[in-house]
């Protein structure tokens, strides 16, 4: 009799948490910016707070031609949302984010390597009523070491092009579901 009321209560559990995880506001879509372009997922956690995964490409030095290949970049932040206000279309709020970055990236100096560090984010974003649509602006600047690869041996330097190319803006677009 203690097994079958441990598994309905188990069972009990796993459904009220997956009702939980699937009733959580869920936004998917695309981040466009001078610096690259990529896909981005966004998760309400609680009410004030927010997690968001990105991945994308890196454009340093595709658009005015010094290489033909991008580089590629993955990223997760932890958002906290610090000021909101409802307007009768949607709701307007500012946030700012830590999390991780990592990837394979090229410098404006011609340095290319994988990379990872630190990122911080800070933007507005916002939530239409009517249309189930998010629009987002933001800046994610990046402190973190690449490590260079030129010829035989290897070195590890400082990734300047995350900080330098930190006041580009991200526009990001996404859909609610």
């Given at each position: ?48 707070t927010f997690f968001e995964i990105n991945a ?122």
């Open positions: 009799m203690k097994r079958l009321y441990a598994t309905i209560l188990l069972l009990m559990s796993v459904s009220a948490i997956s009702f939980l995880a699937l009733s959580q506001p869920r936004s998917i879509g695309g981040t466009f910016s001078p610096g690259g372009l990529g896909i981005s997922y966004q998760h309400q956690a609680a009410d004030s994308g490409i890196d454009l340093c030095g595709v658009l005015d031609g010094r290489t033909l290949y991008p580089g590629a970049k993955a990223s997760f932040s932890y958002n906290f949302i610090f000021w909101s206000h409802d307007f009768r279309s949607g709701s307007l709020s500012s946030y700012a984010g830590i999390g991780l970055a990592a990837g394979y990236l090229r410098q404006t100096d011609g340095t290319t390597g994988p990379a990872a560090g630190l990122l911080g984010k800070i933007g507005i974003e916002y939530v239409f009523t009517e249309t189930p649509v998010v629009l987002s602006l933001d800046f994610s600047p990046l402190l973190g070491m690449q490590i260079d690869s030129a010829g035989s041996s290897s070195s590890l330097r400082m990734y300047l092009d995350g900080l330098s190319k930190a006041y580009y803006p991200r526009l990001g677009i996404r859909y609610c579901f």
